[in-house]
Each structure stands twice: as structure tokens, then as C-alpha cells.
């Protein structure tokens, strides 16, 4: 097991008509900018109802985070946020928004250009306070330091980290998922399964709790996944995927365990690059990445085909690795994600071409090992 630090910082409030709750957690001195989409949240009543409860505090709106929060819309919070002498953020909707939130929290206090933060690691030494109320499983940015964040005008998606963006609180209640469309349910199921298999699925550190973990969160979801798509407004199995989408990338089953994290980075540029949904670009990569990986992944791989997908142990373990894979793939498709740039009229070449360059010339190695270099990127994407 490697040495590890953790903190979590994040106050959660979990469960049926927790909304009201929010009052209690801003001072009513504090000068609040509500951050928020394309405004379903006025469509499912949210909105109201943090309206509501937030009645005797001075709240400012700030509509319009894009499902892959863009840089430029982000910049026009900021200054609202220096105009307005904001100092609380209150991101309410899903985990876009709150990623939004974070950027204009650090880019608030930041001395320079803002997009250094993401390109350059810049250090953020402040940060405006925020708290959140999530209506999205997907992301786990709900109780993580971390965000991601696009650029139109260079067609990049660039994610940071930073523990002055810890939410201080977020408040999750599972009923504000009923109204979501199944797309987006879908989309969440994904990012929270490929969240919990890039710190499961890598190299063994000899980590076995938090194998356990993993693998158990993997099971949960995929039962509570079927649920929910049969009956969107069934509470318990919201609740639990809900639930499985914010220890999905809290960071607590992952501690002192190896992380990959490059199929991720491949899906940030397919999306930035043909507007492909994140729980689309993951269903697409993990796999291929998986085979092409499948040496060094092997022993997770093949424990998974049997805790998970119920394989006969005493099989090979190459052959257990392949059952993963295979089944893996199958959950995907079987709740609706195809797995194909083709299904979205990508041609592989072009994104094999364009991608591997990209990380040529930022000299972008990945996986756990480092050593997934720009090449084997365009041969994975050739087999996507």
C-alpha cells in the first residue's frame, strides 16, 4: 500500500427534502452568487425551493453553465463575483455546474491569468467559500477538491485540483433525480462505474480493502442501475446510485492504491473536440484501453470477472481479464451507451490523428505506469 494524506472537508446532507437545509449553513451576512445551468432547476422546482429557504440572505443568480462548463461563460461569473464583492458560492444543479463553481471560486482570488490554473498548475492560494446543492449522480464533485474545464476558443479540457474548492457543504437529495432524462441518468451510471475503475483497475499495490470497496460499489451500481432505468421515480435506487456517484470519486476507497486516470484524458478530448457527452467519450475508451493494458491490469481484471460478473476463479487469469472486458462492455450497451466513435459519426482516424498529436506536442505520457505514450494513444483510438 503507498503512503497516503486524506481530508474530507465536505459537510453532506443526505436524503428527502434536505433542500430547506441550505439556510443553515450561510451566515446570513454573506453575500451569495447562486450558480446554476440551463435552468431545469426551475422546471423541477429546486429552484424554488432553495429560493425559499434562502429567503432572509442576499442572493445574486449568475444561469447559464454549460453541461461542459466553458472558460468564457466562467470568466463572466468572475467578474460579477470582483463587481458584486461576492463571498459565498452556491452551485445548485449537477456536477458541470458545481466544476463551474470551483473555477470561479479559485479564478476570483487569482493573481494572473485564470487559464494558467488549468494549463500550467498554477498554485491557488485563495479561494471564495462555496457549498452546493447537487440534482446530478455522476461526477463525485460534490466531496472532491478537483473540476474540469473546457475552452471554445482552443477546443481544450483541462482539469485542477486544489483543497481551497473543497465544498464546505453539499446536499444531496435523491428525489431532485426523478426528472432527469434517461441520457443524462446514463451518462452519470458510466462516469461513476469508469470514476471506480481508474483507481481499481491498475497495477496491484496490494491494496485489499480497497479492492473490496470498489468492487462492491461496482456490484451495487450495476443492480441499482437497472432500477432505476425500469422506474425512475423508485427513491431507494436513486438513492443508492446517487450515493455510489459521490464515493465514486471522493477519493476514500483509492487511498494508498496506484490510480490511471488516461481514459479520462483521452474522453476529455474526444469531447472537446466533437462535443461527444463525458459518460459517452468513457464508454468508448475504457475498454480498448483495458485491452490494451490487459498485461499489466491483469490480476484486477480477473478478480472482477469473478466478485463482479460471477466467472468460474480457476480459469486463466488472460482469460478472466477478457471477461471483464467483454462483460463490461455488454453493461454499457445494455443500459444504453453504445461503445463506438462510429455510433456517434466519429471517424477514428481524425480522432486518433488529432488526439495523439495533441499529447505529442504537450508531451503527455499516461496510465499508472506513465507510459501510455501519444502513439499507443492513436492505436487504442484506431480501435475505437
Given at each position: 500500500m503507498l503512503n497516503f494524506e486524506f481530508q474530507a472537508p465536505t459537510k453532506v446532507i443526505f436524503g428527502r427534502n434536505t433542500i430547506q437545509k441550505v439556510k443553515d449553513e450561510i451566515p446570513k451576512d454573506?453575500?451569495?452568487?447562486?450558480?446554476?445551468?440551463?435552468?431545469?432547476?426551475?422546471?423541477?422546482?429546486?429552484?424554488?425551493?432553495?429560493?425559499?429557504?434562502?429567503?432572509?440572505?442576499?442572493?445574486?443568480?449568475?444561469?447559464?453553465?454549460?453541461?461542459?462548463?466553458?472558460f468564457e461563460t466562467l470568466m463572466k461569473a468572475v467578474e460579477i463575483v470582483k463587481n458584486e464583492n461576492i463571498d459565498f458560492l452556491l452551485a445548485v444543479g449537477g456536477g458541470s455546474t458545481l466544476d463551474g463553481t470551483k473555477f470561479i471560486a479559485a479564478a476570483s482570488k487569482f493573481e494572473g491569468d485564470p487559464w494558467d490554473i488549468l494549463t500550467k498548475g498554477a498554485e491557488i492560494k485563495d479561494a471564495i467559500p462555496l457549498g452546493d446543492i447537487?440534482?446530478?449522480?455522476?461526477?463525485?464533485?460534490?466531496?472532491?477538491?478537483g473540476a474540469v474545464i473546457s475552452r471554445l476558443s482552443t477546443d481544450e479540457k483541462f482539469a485542477f485540483m486544489s483543497p481551497l474548492v473543497y465544498p464546505r457543504f453539499s446536499i444531496i437529495d435523491p428525489e431532485t433525480t426523478y426528472s432527469l432524462p434517461e441520457k443524462q441518468t446514463v451518462n452519470g451510471i458510466v462516469d461513476t462505474f469508469v470514476h471506480t475503475m481508474e483507481q481499481y483497475a491498475t497495477y496491484d499495490a496490494n491494496t485489499p480493502l480497497q479492492d473490496e470497496w470498489m468492487l462492491g460499489l461496482i456490484k451495487t451500481l450495476m443492480v441499482e442501475a437497472k432500477k432505476v432505468l425500469k422506474n425512475p421515480n423508485d427513491y431507494e435506487a436513486r438513492a443508492n446510485v446517487f450515493w455510489c456517484a459521490t464515493c465514486g470519486l471522493n477519493y476514500w476507497m483509492s487511498l494508498g492504491c496506484v490510480q490511471d486516470w488516461s481514459t479520462h484524458m483521452?474522453?476529455?478530448?474526444?469531447?472537446?473536440?466533437?462535443?461527444?457527452d463525458h459518460g459517452e467519450s468513457l464508454a468508448i475508451v475504457l475498454p480498448r484501453v483495458w485491452k490494451n493494458r490487459k498485461n499489466e491490469k491483469m490480476r484486477k481484471l480477473a478478480k472482477m470477472a469473478v466478485e463482479v460478473f460471477g466467472a468460474n476463479e480457476f480459469l486463466p487469469k488472460n482469460i478472466l481479464a477478457d471477461i471483464t472486458i467483454k462483460k463490461t462492455k455488454k453493461f454499457f450497451e445494455s443500459i444504453g451507451r453504445r461503445t463506438k466513435l462510429a455510433d456517434y459519426g466519429i471517424d477514428k482516424e481524425d480522432a486518433a490523428k488529432k488526439i495523439s498529436q495533441r499529447f505529442k506536442k504537450r508531451g503527455t505520457v499516461l496510465g499508472e505506469r506513465q507510459t501510455i505514450t501519444p502513439d499507443e494513444v492513436y492505436e487504442i483510438l484506431m480501435h475505437c
Open positions: 454573506k453575500k451569495i452568487l447562486m450558480t446554476y445551468g440551463s435552468g431545469s432547476i426551475r422546471k423541477n422546482g429546486v429552484y424554488k425551493k432553495v429560493m425559499e429557504a434562502l429567503k432572509d440572505h442576499t442572493v445574486l443568480e449568475f444561469a447559464g453553465i454549460e453541461p461542459n462548463p466553458k447537487i440534482t446530478l449522480p455522476a461526477t463525485g464533485s460534490e466531496m472532491n477538491p483521452i474522453g476529455h478530448e474526444l469531447t472537446a473536440l466533437y462535443g461527444i
